[in-house]
């Protein structure tokens, strides 16, 4: 009798220490998992880098639709984005003036990109708008391009967009082709191959 008892307590001690450790396993990998869940779009946030900087995203892809919200004209009327890209490849460049690499984009692009850009592209940067005005550093690298700002809390709480300079090729029906985040001394190829004439 003693050993069928010893047995069956062998047996329930054993069953507890499984059960504990599934509870505990599933405890530790909901934790986990919290930085990653899905917002409120069902977007995942992105794992951090090395240096625990978040790696730059946004909530749209190539192929999706850019998202036709407003903007600012210099003068501060409201205009949409939907009736500036409506029928025209588009480059947006989303800068800020207190940004060195998006200066240093800026002056990339003036001289290497903008002389061979297809006739049927226009280019807009989008600025952060900063206090000061347009920087006098900036303004002849501005020349050639639309000048639009942005509501920057609006588009980093709806779309993520928190990283300067992001550069953003739209073909004419207004769909994202490429994404570009940052500047590392060049530009894309998928941006050079869709809006440049090629070899000019």
């Known amino acids: 009798m003693s050993k069928l008892l010893e047995s069956i307590y062998v047996k329930m001690l054993f069953g507890a220490i499984i059960a504990f450790t599934g509870v505990a396993g599933g405890i530790y990998v909901g934790f986990a998992l919290v930085d990653k869940s899905p917002m409120e779009t069902g977007v995942s946030r992105p794992a951090p880098t090395g240096d625990n900087e978040v790696q730059p995203w946004v909530e749209f892809n190539d192929g999706d639709l850019f998202p036709l919200d407003d903007y600012f004209e210099l003068d501060g ?7 500036l890209l409506q029928g025209k490849k588009t480059v ?3 800068t800020s003036f207190s940004c060195e690499p998006c200066l240093n984009l800026l002056k990339t ?8 850009l297809a006739a049927d592209v226009q280019v807009v940067v989008c600025a952060t708008r900063d206090a000061d005005g347009v920087p006098d550093e900036y303004r002849p690298l501005l020349v050639k391009a639309k000048l639009i700002y942005y509501d920057e809390r609006y588009y ?27 500047f590392d001394g060049t530009i894309d190829y998928e941006i050079m191959d869709y809006f440049t004439i090629p070899n000019r």
């Open 77 to 83: 009327s409201v205009a949409g984005f939907e009736q």
């Open 156 to 182: 980093r709480d709806k779309y993520h967009m928190a990283f300067f300079p992001t550069v953003i090729g739209v073909d004419a029906s207004g769909f994202v082709q490429h994404i570009q985040f940052g």
């Open 109 to 116: 692009w003036a001289r290497d990109v903008a002389p061979k």
């Open 92 to 94: 947006l460049i989303f």
